[in-house]
């Protein structure tokens, strides 16, 4: 799989790993960075 090339994105999955919480998105790619995924 391709990595996240949006910075928003990865500024997002960034903050989820800091914070613990847990992120919300349709996308595949998410999965792969280790934090807690909720699809919608």
């Known amino acids: 799989m391709k990595l ?3 910075p928003f994105d ?3 999955i960034a903050q989820a790993r800091t914070e613990a919480l847990v ?3 349709s996308d595949a790619r998410w999965s ?7 699809r919608p």
């Open 4 to 6: 996240l090339l949006d």
């Open 10 to 12: 990865r500024l997002i």
């Open 23 to 25: 992120a919300v998105s």
């Open 32 to 38: 792969m960075y280790g934090i807690p995924l909720r």
